[in-house]
């Protein structure tokens, strides 16, 4: 039997922290001025106190790791920039981003982006997907911030990258 989905995850995984977390920030009832506090906030400056409430009473869980936050702050930006139906299980992050008429050069530069650029090129594909109404699977944007390891890391590259030119239009 599952979990009613306003309970958060008793043994979280990436991909049922990922959609706790779109469910929080979604849900009706989350106040629209942490919403606001998570879309104004930008890498480099301190994290907003919505962050902190969103984690410690959503989440009803420790924070999570140092080393982390900022990718977690950055999934917690995109949920809040995105909107309340953003996280799609299942439909790729290269999908959408092809489907939406994402440049092959963007792409090249957000995959091959040193670290201290890669928040800013995720922010700016984040904002164009946002622009377009698209959705996508925050999981995988999750792997992409959260991976450190250069071989996993790549293995996410190469999985973004596929389902980009899978569903890339055909120019006839």
């Known amino acids: ?15 049922s ?14 106040p629209n001025g942490d919403r606001a506090a998570l879309r104004r906030w930008a890498p480099g400056q301190p994290l907003p106190l919505a962050f902190y409430r969103l984690w410690l009473r959503q989440m009803e869980g420790d924070l999570p790791a140092e080393a982390a936050t900022q990718a977690w702050m950055l999934l917690a930006w995109s949920l809040a920039t995105l909107g309340a139906e953003a996280h799609a299980p299942g439909r790729p992050w290269g999908q959408a981003l092809a489907e939406s008429g994402f440049a092959e050069g963007r792409l090249e530069r957000l995959l091959s982006a040193p670290a201290d650029v890669r928040p800013d090129l995720f922010m700016a594909a984040v904002r164009f997907l946002a622009a377009k109404g698209e959705r996508f699977d925050l999981t995988e944007a999750a792997q992409f911030l959260l991976t450190s390891d250069e071989d996993k890391r790549e293995a996410v590259h190469r999985r973004i990258a596929q389902a980009f030119y899978r569903h890339l239009p055909k120019n006839d």
């Open 1 to 15: 039997m599952s979990e009613p989905a306003h309970t958060p995850p008793k043994t979280p995984t990436l991909a």
């Open 17 to 30: 922290t990922v959609g706790w977390l779109a469910h929080a920030i979604g849900a009706e009832h989350y």
